[in-house]
């Protein structure tokens, strides 16, 4: 049984006959019946399938950071599902070589100022130092928070911090665990009041 509120044009919430309603983000939406597809699956429709298996688990890993990222990203679209649709962007090659190319990737997505001599260097085998110049630009703030990720894809791990060093401070180390591996690194800022974010910066590969 469903139930409308606001008078008989109110919403719907609940299953009317053959139609579902519920609020999306606060968005009345109605749902007809699941119908079990009988038609073949086109090679076309297989290899956009394909695609977005590779593009969920790519960012699967790094769901803390695209969450922050993304966020707000339009009045309805937001978060993960904003990430992987940015990152049909970054595909490289056909078939079995279909690949994501990360310096093409974004995990952060806003209108923020970034510093622009973002400089990453490697003090040990262990630590990565990421340093800026913290002259503030266009809409930037000196408590901004640093977004900064390292990405071993291959062995999905994710290391870093979503809110970090503030802008202020003109740098940030972040500590690796002791595997070895490639690390792709990217950074970001996030305003303090969390309102808004910076695109994100892709740093490079580091290897342990």
């Known amino acids: 049984m469903a139930t409308y509120k606001n008078g008989i044009l109110g919403p719907i919430e609940g299953k009317a006959g053959p139609v579902h309603g519920s ?8 749902k007809g019946p699941y119908k079990k597809r009988t038609k073949k699956v086109s090679i076309k429709e297989a290899h956009n399938r394909f695609k977005f ?20 990203y339009t009045d309805t679209f937001e978060g993960f599902n904003a990430a992987k649709s940015l990152i049909y962007h970054a595909f490289e090659g056909e078939g079995e070589n279909l690949r994501i190319n990360p310096a ?25 130092k990421l340093t800026w110049n913290t002259k503030l630009a266009e809409n930037a703030n000196h408590q901004d928070q640093l977004m900064l990720l390292a990405y071993n894809v291959e062995e999905r791990r994710a290391y870093g911090t979503v809110y970090g060093d503030f802008r202020k401070t003109g740098e940030s180390t972040l500590r690796l665990p002791k595997s070895k591996g ?26 342990l």
């Open 23 to 30: 609020l999306w983000k606060g968005i009345p939406v109605l």
């Open 53 to 72: 298996t590779i593009a969920q688990r790519w960012l699967q890993p790094v769901t803390e950071f695209v969450k922050e990222g993304f966020k707000d």
């Open 104 to 128: 093409y990737v974004l995990i952060s997505h806003g209108k923020l100022t970034l510093p622009e001599d973002m400089e990453l260097i490697q003090p040990n085998d262990r630590e990565l």
């Open 182 to 207: 490639n690390y792709q690194v990217y950074a970001a800022f996030v305003s303090q009041d969390r309102k808004s974010r910076s695109n994100s910066r892709y740093l490079g590969v580091i290897t």
